[in-house]
């Protein structure tokens, strides 16, 4: 399941006024205070609002969560993550199984866009394939190790389909 998102271009009127608030800023420096820190401050503001003017797509595979934006590519493994919070515009993924001031910077915050269904369908899918290798190795072997993983992996799944449709109803009702 692959998707992108791009604030600056879903928010045109947010993403003017705050561009010209950024050049009056930047004129001011470099009038009052010289070239080098107008420039400093561009490359100060470019690199800490990278993330709001270009876009960042997102790739849930079988076994990782890839995310790609202009600077880096990251993956990680499913199986890293303990819990899920949901956000205003989507969900944080923690290695952690409390909170703590370390998720935002451990683990992922996923942004969703408007229409959610095919990611909840991705989901479902996974999850589906999840329950099926469970039973197979229920079948197999009872002792196998595999089965706590799958236990975890599925219950994670169920926890991300209804945490993003619960704040699906809740935007809807609102």
């Excluded at 009872?142 to 706590?148: K, L, P, W």
């Amino acid at each position: 399941m692959k998707w992108s998102i791009h604030p600056a271009r879903n928010h045109r009127v947010k993403t003017v006024l705050t561009g010209a608030f950024i050049a009056g800023f930047l004129v001011f420096v470099t009038v009052y205070y010289g070239t080098v820190f107008g420039i400093l401050g561009l490359l100060i503001l470019f690199f800490s609002l990278h993330s709001y003017y270009f876009p960042t797509h997102y790739e849930v595979t079988n076994d990782a969560i890839i995310t790609k934006n202009i600077f880096l590519t990251q993956r990680r493994d499913l199986s890293e993550f303990k819990k899920l919070y949901r956000g205003k515009n989507g969900v944080l993924l923690s290695p952690f199984n409390r909170k703590t001031f370390l998720n935002h910077f451990r683990g992922i915050f996923l942004l969703l866009p408007e229409q959610r269904d095919e990611i909840i369908a991705f989901l479902e899918e996974l999850r589906n394939d999840c329950k099926k290798r469970l039973k197979k190795l229920l079948k197999e072997n009872v002792t196998d190790s595999a089965i706590n993983e799958a236990v975890a992996r599925n219950f994670r799944l169920k926890m991300c389909i209804n945490t993003i449709r619960n704040y699906t109803k809740e935007v809807k009702a609102a």
